[in-house]
C-alpha cells in the first residue's frame, strides 16, 4: 500500500524524478490558470453576466468576506496569497471524484510547501503591517523570556499546518483503499463522500488559520496609556427581546 | 526471537495503542467542544456563523493531535525506518 502519491513515479532521469504529485499538482495548477484566464477574458461589467463570471464572482467575494471576519481589514491585500492557498487545496480534495485522481496534498512534500509558504508569507505582511522594529518586537511580547518560546511556537504551528492537512488527505485516501479490500460494494462510496466534506473543511482550515497567523502579525497594537472607554452600557429596562 | 521479530512486534503493538490511546483525549475535547457550541447556539442562535466557524477551526485544531497519532502509527505500520534499515542490514550478510 503506498503511503503518498510520491511513490508513483513516471519518468526518472538520475537525480530529477517525475512522480504523481508533481503531474497532479501541474495539472490543477493548469484548470486553475487557464481556467481563470479563460473566464476573465471577456468580463462584463454590465447587468448581464455569463455564468462563468458569475461562479468566479461568487468564490471570490466570498474569500474577501470570510477574511475581512477574521480581523483583516483591507482583504484585497491578502486575497492573492489566501485566495490561492485555498482554491489549490480545495481543488485537489474536490478532484477526488475523479478516479485515478490522487490529491497532491495527501503527499507531506506539498503540503510542507504550502506551509513553508506561510511561514515565509507571516513575516512579510508583518514588517509591511506595522514596521520591521514593530514586527521583532511582538516576539518578546509579554516579557523577553517568552522570546524562545515565540520562535518554537513559530515553527511548531508550520509543522502542525503541513501534518494536518497531510494527515487528513492521507487518511482519506487509505480508509477507501482499506475499505475497497473488506467491503468493496457501497461503503467506499459513502468515505469518498465523507472525504469530500473533510478535504473542503480542511481547505477552510488552513486558510482561515494562514488568515489568522497573518492577522496576529499585522495587527498594530494600542499604547497602554490610551484611557479606555467602556462601550456604553444598554439600558436596564430594556426588556429582552429573544 | 531475532532482531526482526521483535522490530516487527513492537511496530505493530505500538501502532495499536498510539491509535488507541492517542483519539481518547481528542474524542472527549470534541465532545465537550460540540457541546458547549450547540448551548450557546441554543441561546444566541443570532450568532451562529461566527459560532460555526470558530467551532469548525476549534474542532480541526483539537482533531489534529489525533490526526498526528494517526500518521505515527501509519509511519510505523507502512514506512518503518527500524524496519527498512533491519532488512538492509540482513541482505547485507
Known amino acids: 500500500m503506498r503511503l503518498s502519491?510520491?511513490?508513483?513515479?513516471f519518468w526518472q532521469y538520475g537525480f530529477l524524478k517525475l512522480n504523481a504529485t508533481i503531474l497532479f499538482t501541474w495539472g490543477l495548477m493548469l484548470v486553475l490558470v487557464v481556467g481563470s484566464m479563460l473566464v476573465t477574458r471577456r468580463l462584463s461589467k454590465g447587468l448581464e453576466r455569463s455564468r462563468w463570471q458569475n461562479?468566479?464572482?461568487?468564490?471570490?467575494?466570498?474569500?474577501e468576506k470570510q477574511i475581512e471576519e477574521v480581523g483583516l481589514r483591507q482583504p484585497r491585500k491578502y486575497l492573492g496569497f489566501l485566495g490561492t492557498l485555498f482554491l489549490f487545496v480545495a481543488l485537489s480534495a474536490l478532484c477526488t471524484v475523479f478516479p485515478g485522481f490522487e490529491p497532491p496534498?495527501?503527499?507531506l512534500s506539498t503540503t510542507a510547501?504550502?506551509?513553508?509558504?506561510?511561514?515565509?508569507?507571516?513575516?512579510?505582511?508583518?514588517?509591511?503591517?506595522?514596521?520591521?522594529?514593530?514586527?521583532?518586537?511582538?516576539?518578546?511580547?509579554?516579557t523577553i523570556i517568552m522570546l524562545p518560546f515565540n520562535l518554537i511556537s513559530e515553527v511548531s504551528r508550520t509543522l502542525?499546518?503541513?501534518v494536518r492537512l497531510f494527515g487528513n488527505m492521507m487518511s482519506g485516501a487509505m480508509i477507501i483503499g482499506i475499505l475497497l479490500s473488506i467491503t468493496p460494494f457501497v461503503f467506499p462510496i459513502v468515505m469518498?463522500?465523507?472525504?469530500?466534506?473533510t478535504g473542503m473543511v480542511q481547505a477552510y482550515i488552513f486558510f482561515v488559520l494562514a488568515a489568522v497567523y497573518i492577522a496576529a502579525a499585522t495587527q498594530i497594537r494600542q499604547p497602554k496609556s490610551e484611557p479606555l472607554n467602556p462601550p456604553p452600557k444598554p439600558a436596564k429596562e430594556t426588556p429582552w427581546t429573544a | 526471537m531475532d532482531s526482526m521479530t521483535i522490530i516487527a512486534v513492537a511496530s505493530i503493538v505500538t501502532a495499536g495503542l498510539t491509535i488507541a490511546i492517542g483519539v481518547v483525549g481528542p474524542s472527549l475535547g470534541e465532545g465537550r467542544a460540540v457541546?458547549?457550541?450547540?448551548?450557546?447556539?441554543?441561546?444566541q442562535?443570532?450568532?451562529?456563523?461566527?459560532?460555526?466557524?470558530?467551532?469548525?477551526?476549534?474542532?480541526?485544531?483539537i482533531e489534529s493531535t489525533a490526526i498526528y497519532c494517526f500518521v505515527v502509527s501509519m509511519i510505523l505500520i507502512f514506512a518503518n525506518p527500524f524496519w527498512n534499515h533491519a532488512i538492509a542490514q540482513v541482505a547485507g550478510k
Open chain 1, 5 to 9: 502519491p510520491d511513490e508513483m513515479i
Open chain 1, 55 to 63: 461562479l468566479l464572482e461568487v468564490v471570490v467575494t466570498t474569500i
Open chain 1, 105 to 107: 496534498t495527501g503527499s
Open chain 1, 113 to 142: 510547501a504550502l506551509a513553508l509558504c506561510v511561514l515565509v508569507a507571516v513575516p512579510l505582511f508583518g514588517i509591511e503591517g506595522q514596521g520591521l522594529g514593530g514586527y521583532l518586537k511582538s516576539y518578546m511580547e509579554p
Open chain 1, 160 to 162: 502542525a499546518l503541513a
Open chain 1, 192 to 197: 469518498t463522500v465523507l472525504g469530500l466534506l
Open chain 2, 35 to 43: 457541546a458547549t457550541a450547540l448551548t450557546s447556539l441554543a441561546q
Open chain 2, 45 to 61: 442562535p443570532d450568532a451562529s456563523a461566527t459560532i460555526t466557524r470558530t467551532l469548525f477551526v476549534g474542532l480541526a485544531m
